[in-house]
Structures are given as C-alpha cells and as structure tokens.
C-alpha cells in the first residue's frame, strides 16, 4: 500500500513537468464548474505569433445554477492578449503567461427586496497572470487576475466572469478581481 501512495504521488509531482513533443494552434476551453455560478462560459484561444496567443471568452448568463436566486439573464464577453514569458520555447499553447484582458458584462436581475427586475452592465480592464499546459489534446489553464471596474454593479457584486472587490471586511465598486480555471481541447 505505502508502494502505491509513494507511486501516485510521483506520478502527481512529474505529471505537470512532461510536455507533449506535438504543438497546436487552436484550443476551445469550457470554465471548470461555470455553470454552478450562473453561467456557461466558452473560449476559443488561436496561437497569433511566436509566444502570443488571443482568446475570446463567452457566456450566457442564466445558463448554470443561480446562487443568488435573481434569476439573471444576459451574457458576458472577454478578450485577453497572453504573452507568453516562459515554457513556450517552442510556441503553442503552454507556458507561464501574462495577459491583458477586457471583460464586458451586462444582465437583468431580480432585486433581493423588492424582486424588481433591474440591469447590472459592468466593463474591467484585467491585468490577469496565468500557467496553461497540454497532455496530449487536453488542456489546463488556470489564471488570476485584477484590475479597474465601471459602470452600473449588480448588489451582489457578482458580473459572471468577474466579482467585484469584497475583501478584509471593504467593498469596492470600481476593483474587479477574477480568477478561473478552464479546461480544453487544443487542434
């Protein structure tokens, strides 16, 4: 038994070091669990020059599980530029990353006092910091992120790709943080 703990743990420690020798070009990701915060969330990520890549990111907002029981309804848009700055040696889709992104968000919600319905529609400026690998086909890319937010916030302060600042027991409107980690398949 200890033989097989001892196995399956350096097979977790080495896993994340092996590459694949083939590189793609293109990748489609869903966001890991998207649909138990209130949405469904697609990527579509394309190798646009040696260590960048752009990708695209939708959502639908009132395809998932509502947490907060307003029943929302719209969708989320984002675009982010990655640079690649290590692990990338020969292009592709892997390695430490660093990407600007824009995010765009807008949803009508039912408030939680008067069941009014009311649209939350909120933009951020992301300065996000992530690490992407393949196995084969299968692609991880996990990520954070934070940055300046305007427009008009949801009272929850959640915008389905981003929430707002919430921390240490203080709120802010115009500090959106957002973090994910997607799941794909590269070609």
């Keep these: 038994m200890k033989a097989i703990k001892s196995l399956l743990l350096s097979l977790c420690l080495i896993t994340p070091l092996m590459g694949s020798a083939t590189e793609y070009n293109n990748a489609v990701k869903v966001t890991f669990l998207s649909w138990i915060t209130g949405s469904t969330k697609l990527s579509y990520e394309r190798v646009l020059g040696h260590h960048q890549?752009?990708?695209?990111?939708?959502?639908?907002?009132?395809?998932?599980?509502?947490?907060?029981?307003?029943?929302?309804?719209?969708?989320?848009?984002?675009?982010?530029?990655?640079?690649?700055?290590?692990?990338?040696?020969?292009?592709?889709?892997?390695?430490?990353?660093?990407?600007?992104?824009?995010?765009?968000?807008?949803?009508?919600?039912?408030?939680?006092?008067?069941?009014?319905?009311?649209?939350?529609?909120?933009?951020?400026?992301?300065?996000?910091?992530?690490?992407?690998?393949?196995?084969?086909?299968f692609l991880i890319d996990a990520w954070a992120g934070a940055g300046p937010a305007f427009g008009t916030p949801a009272e929850t302060g959640y915008h389905h790709g981003f929430a707002l600042w919430n921390v240490f027991g203080t709120q802010s409107d115009n500090i959106a943080l957002s973090f994910s980690i997607r799941l794909g398949y590269c070609f």
Excluded: W
Aim: proline share 2%.
């Design 53 to 137: 890549t752009g990708e695209l990111c939708a959502s639908v907002i009132g395809a998932g599980f509502d947490k907060f029981g307003n029943q929302p309804l719209g969708y989320t848009l984002r675009y982010g530029h990655k640079f690649f700055i290590s692990g990338n040696e020969g292009g592709g889709l892997k390695g430490l990353y660093l990407r600007p992104e824009f995010i765009y968000s807008t949803y009508n919600y039912n408030q939680s006092l008067t069941g009014e319905r009311t649209l939350a529609r909120m933009s951020t400026l992301l300065a996000t910091a992530g690490y992407q690998t393949h196995y084969g086909r």
